[in-house]
């Protein structure tokens, strides 16, 4: 295995010999390996991963004091809970200062402690360790209050959108979203009260995960690699007249999104046939709301535009049919873990809500039309890259013209951002 003490391995893994973008020729390639060596895979973990904010949770998963998530993020794992104490929300690595097992076991519930199972040393909801089976075996040289559980570097929270980063040097969220953030204000000013709905959807594919990355936020495979939803809308009368229509654009730090008219119905506030002619005047009227509020601008943007937002590197909040909050990690160069939870608001009218959660199920579920589609897809891309004979891939779609939500230039961010990683660039 190569090493980044060897140059020449230096130079075979930095971002700039394996992106490559020459602007006057109008063309933008990544080299396959990107996709399928380990060593690449190693340094991206320590680059990227180890350098960047992830997200965590949403505060609406852990409403009361004591309740808790835990979760794998950047590959380590962490948890999330409410202080028993003071309310608020607290990070901690999921780990015991004595000899390092586990000490949030269940994926999320409500405690006003975390005992180790090894030796029971016992923490409470704000970190600290407060409980030491024979104290007195270390003779008064015990110090409590430094051997609390450890905190990221950074945890911080966006408007209930909690993230963390392993980098002290990290610049503050606000600033990494950069114009991001005007497009979360969107989707949580349009949710009201916005809550996670209990259920998780957990998947795995073969693939590279910066191809989950590209497909999240690629409008140019709908029609063809989705045909068969288009014709079970088409078949429970949704009127695909509209088309789909909009653009792509690059937000900063390597952020992105396509937002665009789709034919669908959206349960903010734009009704359609599906929802039933009870919720009609009450959508009406959440519209009008929205209008009053926020301007007619906005308004529109929420109820009427879709929109596929990538948070770089690894969350993806698909604001589409339902509101989708997914992220995933990659466990090797050709494998990563899926993980997806539906937003909604909470005071939301029950047909609504009935066809937000079908919608998510049956599109964007593991089972449902869409989200099969995608795996065949990328781990058919997987599996292309093993016969050789190709040593680029082709991502210069859209480069001389204002971007349209099928080009690719809000993939050419996210690849410019893990370039930069790669290079060893903050």
């Keep these: 295995m190569t090493t980044i003490d060897d140059p020449v391995a230096a130079a075979v893994l930095s971002g700039s010999t394996l992106v490559r973008e020459d602007s006057a020729q109008g063309r933008f390639r990544v080299n396959r390996d990107a ?9 991206e973990r ?15 998963e ?11 993020v950047g590959g380590r794992p962490l948890f999330m809970v409410r202080g028993s104490k003071t309310g608020e929300v607290n990070v901690f690595h999921n780990t ?20 180790c199972f090894y030796h029971a040393w016992t923490f409470n909801s704000e970190g600290s360790l407060v409980g030491v089976p024979d104290r007195e075996a270390y003779a008064g040289t015990l110090d409590m209050g430094q051997l609390g559980l450890a905190r990221p570097a950074r945890s911080e929270s966006y408007r209930g959108f909690v993230f963390a980063s392993y980098d002290p040097d990290i610049v503050d969220l606000t600033t990494y979203l950069a114009d991001a953030r005007p497009y979360l204000d969107n989707i949580i000013d349009a949710q009201r009260d916005a809550q996670i709905l209990r259920g998780t959807h957990e998947y795995n594919m073969q693939a590279n995960w910066k191809l989950l990355v590209e497909n999240s936020i690629d409008g ?17 009368g949704t009127d695909l007249g509209e088309g789909v229509h909009g653009e792509g654009r690059s937000l900063g730090n390597g952020h992105a999104v396509i937002e665009y008219r789709g034919p669908w119905g959206r349960p903010i506030a734009k009704w359609e046939a599906l929802f039933g002619e009870d919720a009609k005047p009450e959508m009406a009227s959440a519209r009008a709301d929205l209008a009053k509020k926020f301007g007619e601008e906005r308004a529109t943007l929420m109820c009427d535009y879709n929109r596929n937002l990538l948070i770089y590197p690894n969350l993806i909040i698909n604001d589409i049919m339902a509101l989708t909050v997914r992220t995933f990690m990659p466990t ?17 009218l029950p047909e609504v809500r009935q066809r937000r959660l079908d919608s998510f199920l049956t599109f964007l579920g593991p089972g449902g039309f869409a989200t099969p589609d995608d795996i065949e897809a990328l781990e058919s891309c997987q599996q292309g890259f093993a016969s050789g004979g190709v ?17 690719e230039e809000q993939m050419r961010a996210f690849w410019r951002r893990w370039r930069d990683q790669m290079d060893g660039r903050r």
């Design 46 to 60: 320590r680059k990227v991963f180890d350098h960047s904010w992830l997200y965590v949770g949403h505060e609406s």
């Design 391 to 407: 040593e680029w891939n082709d991502i210069s779609r859209g480069m001389d013209r204002n971007p349209k939500a099928t080009d």
């Design 62 to 72: 852990v409403p009361n004091r004591g309740d808790y998530v835990r979760r794998s």
């Design 35 to 43: 996709m399928t060596s380990s060593e690449i895979f190693d340094e």
């Design 220 to 236: 140019y495979h709908a029609v063809p690699t989705h045909d068969t939803y288009f014709k079970y809308l088409a078949d429970l």
């Design 332 to 348: 090797s160069p050709t494998n990563v873990d899926v993980t997806a939870w539906q937003m909604a608001p909470s005071d939301e």
């Design 96 to 115: 015991c200062t004595h000899r390092g097992a586990v000490v949030c076991r269940q994926d999320n519930g409500n405690s006003k402690t975390f005992q």
